[in-house]
């Protein structure tokens, strides 16, 4: 019995890292799944004329955050829809893009979210608003 508890502590100990890692891999690809959604929907918002003025979306540490407005800085903050992501991610590259009514153009450009083991993804936004991932 104590042969068979020592062998069950030990699988449990060698698998628990790579539960971990799957369980980060996974925390990382709802980001970017979150963002290239979230854009998605920011384009079909200025599309559609959505309240007769353009969207976009804008990711800063904790939070993706769908917003009404040509730019973040001059957004109406009331229809401000924000979607938590960790904290513990960093973000570079575009982390603003502003698509334009009617049109749902943007500017193009690559953001990247890394989370806390240096493990990194690219989200690529071409200037017709084409999210790849």
Known sequence: MIFVIALAGIFVG??????QKY???GKLDAAVREFASTARY???????????????VKVSTGQVVLFQGATYATRTATYDETVPIPASFVISGTS???????????TSGTLTITDSR??????A?????RVDF
């Open 118 to 123: 240096g493990t990194s993804k690219a989200v």
């Open 23 to 25: 369980l980060q891999r």
């Open 96 to 106: 603003e893009y502003d698509f334009a009514k009617r049109t749902g153009r943007t």
């Open 42 to 56: 920011a384009q079909i918002r200025s599309q559609a004329g959505l309240y007769d003025a353009a969207w976009g």
């Open 14 to 19: 060698a698998t628990f890292p790579l539960g």
């Open 125 to 129: 936004v071409n200037g017709f608003g």
